[in-house]
């Protein structure tokens, strides 16, 4: 189950358009979020929408941010990738720390097997 509950809801505008990737960052390092911004384009390519979750304000090139104050590095073992299809339903949770371009790639085209799976 998706634990962010309050995020759903800043979600809804995805429902039915695309799986969404959401990258739970609580303690955001820069190196991990440039990872993440240049994960932006395969993740769109894929036809899924990448949004990155963090505990405190970050700016990131073509990346839609939301932040959770109350989300903190404690609450979580290490960082999470959270897929959901395109009908908001969590598919898969990663820790984010272990993901590589490959095994990024492979999901994404998962990713696309979910869309295809959930038509707009």
């Known amino acids: 189950m998706f634990p962010f509950h309050r995020m759903m809801e800043r979600l809804q505008p995805y429902r039915h358009q695309a799986p969404v990737i959401v990258a ?12 993440w911004e240049a994960a ?17 304000p970050v700016t990131l090139r073509n990346a ?4 959770d104050p109350g989300l903190s590095p404690s609450a979580l073992a290490s960082s999470k990738a959270w897929i959901l299809d395109a009908y908001l ?3 898969a949770c990663l820790d984010a720390a272990r993901l590589d371009p490959d095994l990024l790639g492979r999901i994404l085209a998962w ?6 799976e959930c038509p707009e």
Do not use: N, Y
Request: glycine share 4%; with cysteine; net charge negative.
């Open 24 to 35: 739970v960052e609580p303690d955001p390092e820069p190196e991990r979020l440039r990872w």
């Open 40 to 56: 932006v384009q395969p993740a769109a390519e894929a036809g899924a929408a990448l949004v990155i979750l963090t505990s405190t």
């Open 64 to 67: 839609v941010c939301f932040v």
């Open 89 to 91: 339903e969590p598919r």
């Open 111 to 116: 990713v696309e097997g979910i869309q295809h």
